[in-house]
């Protein structure tokens, strides 16, 4: 979370940071210029700037705008290697033909609306966890699949029986809600501004596609679909085509 107090009233507050475009929302209880960015697991480590633009308010000038540039360091994170070999169905490692048509139209659907920036902000107030459950798997981790090194992990995993209610973890709305290859039953919120929350695995969906959704709602019971070892509740973090750790945003406290 970016936080800006500025020594002037402005009326808006937006900046560049790694090539997105930020928009800030104003706190009046602690006169602070809040929102939410991310990194990357693939951003070399450096120095990066936030380039903020404010809009002072004025009756005269329509425009007056002031800009400020603030560098932040992006060191490397420590992630767990997971040796524990892990076991799936071969259909996920070795797809049929028709398997393989299928995992082709996934991803399609992801590209299409996965990487999807909505303008207004629908979150308020802290992230909530999904379920109260032992965390069984760390966003970053690499697992073995059969043998075979795995992408990193870019969840995280709760330990959860299947028909375990699954909450949305902010209010926002139901942008997927569809069985997929890999994901299982699938659900996804946006909660605008770029940030969606994705729910991974499902034995039932408790909402449908354009619902509205407010934090704590139930929004489907966990399971063991798709590409899951056994039941257990995935849940990730898109902000603009990125994947965040999701316990990084569950520990933020947020206006
Ligand atoms: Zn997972």
Known sequence: ????????????LTATWLGHDVVFTFDATSETWYALAGVSLETTSGSYSLELNGETPSAKDPTRETTFSRKFLVGKGKY???????????????????????????????????????????????????????????????????????????????????????????????????????EG??????????????????????VKEGDPVKRGQIIGLSGGTGRATGPHLHVAVRWQGTYLDPASLLRLRLP
């Open 80 to 182: 767990p290697k997971i040796q524990a070999k892990l076991s799936v169905e071969s259909k996920f490692t070795e797809p049929s033909p028709e398997q393989q048509k299928q995992i082709e139209e996934g991803q399609q659907i992801k590209k299409d609306y996965l990487n999807r920036v909505t303008p207004d902000r629908e979150w308020s107030g802290s992230f909530a966890a999904p379920a109260h459950a032992a965390i069984s798997d760390v966003f970053g981790s690499e697992r073995i699949f059969n043998g075979k090194t795995s992408s990193p992990h870019l969840g995280l995993d709760f330990r959860v029986p299947s028909g375990t209610p699954v909450a949305a973890m902010n209010d926002g709305t139901v942008l997927l809600a569809r069985p997929m290859f890999f």
């Open 185 to 206: 039953n699938f659900v996804v919120i946006n909660h605008g501004q770029g940030l969606l929350t994705l729910y991974l695995h499902l034995s039932e969906f408790k």
């Open 1 to 12: 979370m970016f936080q800006v107090k500025p020594p002037t009233r402005l009326q808006s």
